[in-house]
């Protein structure tokens, strides 16, 4: 599911982790659990897409719900516990990656600039 592919673009961790957690008939609740356990995408530091649009940083892990940690908004500095009742319709989109932005450069004029 994460592995790049020539039938289409990847899912992320965080896509992957989802779709296990929201079909245990398909995938043994054990299995994901230690799956969850063994990997670590969401620890503090990383920085991640609000489903509200927002880009927010991981403060502290959510051992019991690892898709609900405490985050730091970028919008507004504000910390959001993910786990809270008045955070229920916030959850984390994607993990943000800087790679995904970057500019292609054409190879053809560097050759011409001399680099």
């Given at each position: ?36 356990q063994s990997i670590n995408i969401l620890f503090p530091g990383v920085s991640v897409e609000l ?11 959510n051992q019991s719900d690892i898709l609900k940690p405490v985050v730091l908004s970028f919008r ?40």
């Amino acid at each position: 599911m994460t592995a790049m592919s020539l039938l289409g673009e990847s899912e992320s961790e965080v896509k992957a982790i989802r779709e296990f957690l929201e079909h245990p008939q398909l995938y043994d609740p054990e299995v994901v659990k230690a799956l969850i356990q063994s990997i670590n995408i969401l620890f503090p530091g990383v920085s991640v897409e609000l489903n509200t649009g927002e880009k927010a940083l991981v403060l502290t892990e959510n051992q019991s719900d690892i898709l609900k940690p405490v985050v730091l908004s970028f919008r507004d500095n504000s910390i959001l516990d993910l786990s809270l009742r008045e955070n229920q319709g916030i959850f984390i989109e994607d993990v943000m990656k800087t790679m995904d932005n970057r500019y292609i450069m054409d190879t053809n004029t560097l050759k011409n600039v001399g680099v």
